[in-house]
């Protein structure tokens, strides 16, 4: 089991680039999720999905966008970076509701992607 | 909206100090609360949980408890180590269809020998 596994470790991009950050997960979660890390803001999500074909929007989504096409991946794209998504980006995994057993509700996190946009 | 409220850090400790970090929450509802431990250059993991009033979480000597009558969730240790410096999230969960977490701000702690 590798557990969320998150590529690239770190990126430079200039403005106006774009990319996409890897997600992927082993452990058959049907929910995945994005956050950001800001120094003094903690953690705030960006996107989620539930499933595979459906996404949903969190509390950051601007700029950003996603896509699950299957269970195991989840990417991040960014269209046009901007400074201001200079951060260290997660992604998160864990079962959803099954039957109110709140056990099942663990997120895992992979290690993170630190980027930066000059 | 639902929301998380950490005690601004840095926490700077000698080892075997006792340990407490606040947090107090704002939800709706019964919301799941949750300590998440982050050390230097990885990811966030999971230290304890509790999913309802009055219920302990433990482990590795931390402990919370759910406390719905002060909405607080405060983190505790009775020894700590070296070891234990990290940054420190406090979470909940409010349920529903979704799994949303919202965290604190983090406190970053720091046990010195």
């Known amino acids: 089991n590798a557990g969320v596994t998150q590529t690239p470790k770190f990126q430079v991009l200039k403005t106006g680039q774009s990319m996409t950050l890897q997600c992927a997960q082993d452990?058959?979660?049907?929910?995945m999720s994005w956050y950001r890390q800001d120094p003094g803001m903690g953690l705030r999500l960006i996107h989620y999905?539930?499933?595979?074909?459906?996404?949903d929007q969190g509390e950051v989504p601007n700029g950003y966008n996603v896509s699950r096409s299957t269970t195991e991946d989840f990417p991040l794209r960014l269209l046009s970076a901007a400074p201001s998504q200079t951060s260290v980006y997660f992604c998160a995994s864990s079962y959803s509701k099954k039957g109110g057993r709140s056990s099942l509700y663990e997120q895992y996190f992979g290690p993170g992607t630190r980027l930066t946009v000059t | 909206g639902d929301s998380v409220t950490q005690m601004e850090g840095p926490v700077t400790l000698s080892e075997e100090a006792f340990l407490t970090i606040n947090c107090t929450y704002t939800a709706t509802g019964y919301p799941s609360l949750f300590w998440y431990v982050q050390y230097p250059g990885e990811g966030l993991q999971l230290l304890l949980k509790?999913?309802?009033?009055?219920d302990k979480g433990s482990n590795k000597g931390f402990e919370a408890t759910y406390r719905k009558e002060t909405t607080s969730f405060h983190l505790e240790k009775g020894s700590v180590q070296v070891s234990d410096s990290a940054v420190y999230f406090c979470a909940l969960r409010r349920g529903g269809a979704t799994n949303k977490l919202i965290f604190g701000t983090g406190t970053l702690l720091a046990v010195q020998p």
């Open positions: 999905s539930v499933g595979a074909g459906i996404t």
């Open positions: 509790a999913t309802k009033a009055d």
């Open positions: 452990m058959n979660h049907e929910y």
